[in-house]
Nanobody
Framework: QVQVEESGGGLVQAGGSLRLSCAASGRTASSLAMGWFRQAPGKEREFVAAISRNGRSTYYEGSVKGRFTISRDNAKNTVYLQMSSLKPEDTAVYYC??????????????????WGQGTQVTVSS
């Protein structure tokens, strides 16, 4: 069993930056692919970014590519999402997820087995 917990959300002005953290606990946490998803009010959950178990492969949703960076520190069992040039449309609850992706990354939410409770990110205009 793996537990994941997000932190770092908050209120930021448009154009600002924020870094989210996701702490994963459990014996196999460092062997799992990790990802970030978000859900805005009235919208479905959407994929944001993913990273492989060793951090060598990453993948981003088109609207965040070039603005967001996903990374991981396996010694700390922590995954990060550095968000820059934030826009009001980035406002959402951000969720961290973990799943068995082999040596690759996972994009589909259904491929993830473990989810955090989410952290709110609000970008004001």
């Amino acid at each position: 069993q793996v537990q994941v917990e997000e932190s770092g959300g908050g209120l930021v002005q448009a154009g600002g930056s924020l870094r989210l953290s996701c702490a994963a606990s459990g014996r196999t946490a460092s062997s799992l692919a990790m990802g970030w998803f978000r859900q805005a009010p009235g919208k479905e959950r959407e994929f944001v970014a993913a990273i492989s178990r060793n951090g060598r492969s990453t993948y981003y949703e088109g609207s965040v590519k070039g603005r967001f960076t996903i990374s991981r520190d396996n010694a700390k069992n922590t995954v990060y999402l550095q968000m820059s040039s934030l826009k009001p449309e980035d406002t959402a609850v951000y969720y961290c997820a973990a799943g068995d992706g082999g040596w690759g990354f996972l994009v589909a939410g259904g491929d993830y087995d473990f989810w955090g409770q989410g952290t709110q990110v609000t970008v004001s205009s």
